[in-house]
């Protein structure tokens, strides 16, 4: 993982962050082309911390998206004509989700995969899904009645797409994380030093965290000088 992260980052950037839609987005029969022109507004996953979750992300620098468990084309007992998107015009799964990731992230640096089989969600895997999910994973109009809930009723797949992404939402993380760190009174906490840690070495580490954390700044906004603010 570490490996994966660094193909990931680039001029003085180390971290990245992790995204995911579990389950995907698709309703049952649902092409990968239907189901992403259904998301031109917003993508469809979210970021894995739980105060950042709502939070949106309109650029990135780089970013590897691995998507599995949906189908590739429209089934052909779709009935009436379809209209046509730019996303249908693509040969491989691979070539659509890459053009979707340029469409929302345009300039960055996007490695897209598309695995057609689903996550394996059978017990013992825990069953926190919504009754909304049919036993492959996709979603329904309506759930289920209580007579259809209970063991055989337990979602046995999903499909899934996760995705590691360096993108200036992170500018936000670690700036806050030095600020926090920077309020502390470090010497009160004797047993903090007792493990090695030498004032100046803590202080060296702050200074690279605020480096590290000004690496995902994009130029645009107020963050940078709001952290400017702050050191004065």
Excluded at 25 to 42: N, R, T
Excluded at 68 to 73: D, H
Excluded at 149 to 170: D, F, K, M, Y
């Amino acid at each position: 993982m570490v490996h994966f992260a660094d193909s990931l980052t680039f001029s003085g950037r180390k971290v990245v962050a992790a995204w995911a839609s579990l389950p995907f987005p698709a309703f049952p029969g649902s092409s990968l082309p239907d189901i992403l022109s259904a998301h031109q507004q917003d993508v469809p996953w979210k970021l894995l911390l739980p105060s950042w979750r709502e939070q949106k992300v309109s650029c990135c620098f780089a970013q590897s998206v691995v998507l599995r468990g949906v189908r590739r084309e429209r089934p052909s007992s779709s009935l009436g004509p379809q209209p046509r998107t730019p996303l249908h015009g693509w040969e491989s799964p691979e070539e659509m989700l890459q053009h979707y990731l340029h469409t929302h992230f345009p300039g960055s640096c996007s490695t897209a995969h598309v695995l057609q089989q689903p996550c394996d969600t059978r017990p013992p895997f825990p069953q926190f899904f919504s009754p909304l999910l049919t036993r492959q994973g996709f979603l329904q109009d309506k759930a289920l009645g209580p007579s259809s809930a209970g063991p055989n009723r337990a979602v046995q797949s999903i499909p899934v797409l996760a995705a590691l992404q360096a993108s200036p939402v992170l500018h936000k993380l670690l700036s806050g994380l030095w600020r926090d760190l920077r309020a502390r009174n470090v010497r009160r906490w004797s047993s903090f030093f007792t493990a090695g840690v030498e004032q100046d070495d803590f202080q060296q580490a702050l200074e690279e965290l605020k480096t590290l954390s000004q690496c995902y700044e994009t130029g645009f906004g107020g963050d940078g000088s709001e952290d400017e603010a702050d050191s004065d």
